[in-house]
């Protein structure tokens, strides 16, 4: 049992002071000594630690050293101690039990009666979630708006064929993209695929003897590239995780070949993955030359980084 | 000695009767630190600061950038060109950010070696997690806005990543871009996630953390009997708070002189096509970068296993750490596993960061 305030002290041979004050350990959070003052004691507080209690019994704490000896025990130093209001000390409430008796404020009259609160708690956090509810669905569209463009199948004209000089190379070609965002007026944006005047073997490998179709996100088809036209163009953007690979000639392998810097993808000619931890060949788009050796392609794109061709713009 | 307040001493009693500061303060200064104050105990304090640097120097590089895909580029040179001082903003921006990392890190094996996550720490930890999440999204949303092609491949290749979470990774990556590719949409998202989302985030979780932690209080050290503590406990203020101000004075000088000799310097503006530069992420990402070019880690499962599995299984486990490991042993040196574990995943980052920074060479 914890010594109350107020208590009264009684000594081995007679009563004298009372509790005027409660210490507590900072660490172990339990009473430490009390201060004893008040009739008796003189102007001098006294300071006693647990260890000298006999017992403590409702409102008395029994010591055991006599009267006599009160001048033993250190006197008190109110400067050496903070209360505890100024003071943070975890869970000292819970090891508290200094106050003497419970202090009571009384329920407002309104509320005496008042049976239902759980119920009334529940009613408020159900109107809240109402309230809330109904913007779910609007917010979600508001973020949503630009998150699922329609596929661009625009023809855009890159260059010429004249570029190209040997076959099996990789030729990179720059061009512009228009591209209308949003609020933003139409801008051009930088971008760049990749042109292989193949080899009949490399088409072979590139096209397995099978013309190959372009869809839209309708499934109807858009393009189809066939199997014997020899200009091959890949879309710039790594398939393992979109960022843009270099033609580049590797000491190790004696011979140039496609390496993406990022994560060291390396491709043959016919986009076949040699080495590196790309999940498909390089993605082949739709081409088309006209007489004059111009180029015209769709930019499309595919999610990098998924064995499937999974078409995004 | 003169026994009437002084007009000031009026106005300090008239707040306090109404704010009650002087109680506040006391309250916020003498806690019981168990066995006294340490060194060990300042990286905290010092995450606190340099948030607070990085909250400043953000509101003032606002004043002058603009989230746009056709200005952001050319008013982040502005800042840095033009505007007084302005590299001086920016450079000690993009530091701090790095500066955070390194604390976060320090921090979070302070706790873990001195096994302060235990309990009755656990809800202190978890909060400490997930603060830990937001400082990494942080750095990944701030790195886009200068929009310069360093900042355009390190996106492009972040949410190609969480592209591969299962199910819902296509909606978060789209979500992100705001579209199927990065652009505008991608830029204006990211800036109102770094100057909104994420700082009301951090603040409000920071303050549960210290709460959670005052609450639990201090853990103390490790080692030492309950007489020994005691005998060397001081509060908060003032050896502690003098220790931490110490630290955060080094990492404030750290910082700026890392501003004045390394300076911000952008690369060309972002594009679709990446020219010559060969994409990296800001170092902090680099070991996940690395991991990701292993062999073992190829094709589509390989990826998401090293870039959405292994991160998330990581964070996972020490999210509930505090849950497995019941032991109320505190020593680090008595807790083998947890220090080689330590130990492993420590080095593992160092390895994988060191090697990515070999590549370079064989990249060039």
């Known amino acids: ?313 | 000695m003169n026994s009437q307040p002084s007009a000031l001493e009026k106005i300090i009693a008239f707040v306090d009767e109404r704010v009650g500061l002087k109680t506040i303060q006391a309250k916020m200064l003498n806690e019981p630190v168990p066995g006294g104050s340490r060194w060990a105990y300042v990286f905290g304090s010092c995450l606190l600061f340099i948030f607070i640097m990085q909250a400043v120097t953000g509101v003032l590089l606002m004043f002058y950038y603009v989230p746009s895909a056709d200005h952001a580029y050319a008013s982040t040179q502005y800042i840095l060109h033009e505007v007084d001082y302005g590299w001086f903003i920016l450079s000690y921006h993009f530091w701090g950010s790095s500066a955070m990392v390194v604390m976060v890190f320090a921090h979070m094996s302070q706790v873990f070696l001195w096994g302060a996550y235990k309990k009755p720490r656990e809800m202190v930890w978890l909060i400490g997690l997930a603060l830990f999440g937001l400082v990494m999204a942080f750095g990944f949303t701030g790195y886009l806005l200068p929009w310069d092609q360093r900042a355009y491949w390190a996106t492009t290749v972040g949410v190609e990543i969480m592209d591969k979470t299962p199910v819902v990774g296509d909606f978060i990556a789209r979500f992100l871009k705001g579209g199927p590719t990065p652009g505008q949409m991608t830029l204006s998202r990211f800036f109102v996630i770094h100057v909104m989302i994420l700082p009301a985030a951090l603040m409000g979780l920071a303050g549960l953390h210290l709460f959670l932690f005052r609450k639990a209080g201090p853990a103390g050290p490790f080692r030492g009997t309950p007489e020994e503590l005691k005998a060397k406990t001081d509060y908060f203020f003032p050896r502690q708070v003098w220790k931490d101000i110490v630290a955060m004075g080094a990492v404030f000088v750290t910082i700026c002189s890392l501003a004045f000799i390394e300076p911000v310097v952008l690369l060309e503006e972002a594009t679709p096509d990446p020219g010559d530069y060969h994409p990296e992420p800001e170092w902090y990402f680099l070991f996940l970068f690395q991991m990701l070019r292993l062999k073992i880690f190829s094709g589509e499962f390989g990826q998401f296993v090293a870039g959405v599995a292994i991160p998330n299984a990581f964070l996972l486990f020490l999210a509930a750490l505090p849950f497995i490991d019941r032991n109320p042993e505190r020593n680090i040196f008595k807790r083998p596993i947890a220090l080689v574990g330590w130990l492993i995943v420590m080095t593992g980052i160092l390895v994988f960061t060191v090697s990515a920074i070999i590549n370079r060479e064989f990249l060039d």
């Open chain 1, 1 to 313: 049992m914890q010594p109350k305030l107020k208590s009264r002290v009684k000594w081995a041979d007679r009563e004298v002071g009372e509790v005027t004050r409660v210490i507590l350990d900072p660490l172990s959070r339990d009473v430490s000594h009390i201060v004893v003052g008040g009739n008796g004691v003189g102007t001098q507080e006294r300071q006693i630690p647990v260890s000298a209690f006999q017992s403590v019994t409702g409102d008395t704490v029994h010591l055991r050293a006599a009267s006599s000896q009160i001048g033993q025990f250190p006197a008190f130093q109110r400067e050496a101690f903070v209360t505890i209001r100024e003071v943070e000390i975890a869970h000292l409430e819970d090891h508290l039990d200094v106050e003497p008796g419970e202090v009571l404020v009384p329920v407002p009259e309104l509320e005496r009666d008042v049976k239902r609160r759980t119920f009334f708690t529940n009613l408020t956090h159900a109107i809240g979630a109402l309230l809330a509810l109904p913007l779910l669905y609007p917010v979600l569209r508001y973020v949503m708006k630009p998150m699922y463009a329609p596929f661009d199948n625009r023809w855009i004209k890159i260059g010429n064929v004249n570029k190209i000089k040997t076959e099996d190379v990789g030729v990179q070609f720059k061009f512009k993209k228009l591209v209308k965002e949003a609020f933003m007026p139409e801008a051009e944006v930088d971008k760049n695929v990749w042109i292989l005047k193949a080899s009949p073997p490399v088409l072979e490998q590139v096209y397995k003897g099978k013309d190959m179709e372009f869809r839209d996100s309708t499934g109807q088809v858009v393009w189809v590239n066939k199997r014997d036209f020899p200009y091959v163009v890949y879309s710039g953007k790594c398939p393992h995780l979109g960022c843009g690979y270099k033609w580049r000639k590797v000491p190790k392998l004696g011979r140039e070949i496609f390496l993406c810097p990022c994560h060291l993808s390396i491709y043959d000619p016919s986009g076949k993955v040699l080495d590196g931890p790309a999940p498909r060949p390089l993605d082949p788009l739709p081409i088309r030359v006209a007489a004059s050796g111009d180029i015209e392609i769709i930019d499309m794109e595919y999610k990098a980084g998924v064995k499937a061709q999974v078409r995004i713009v």
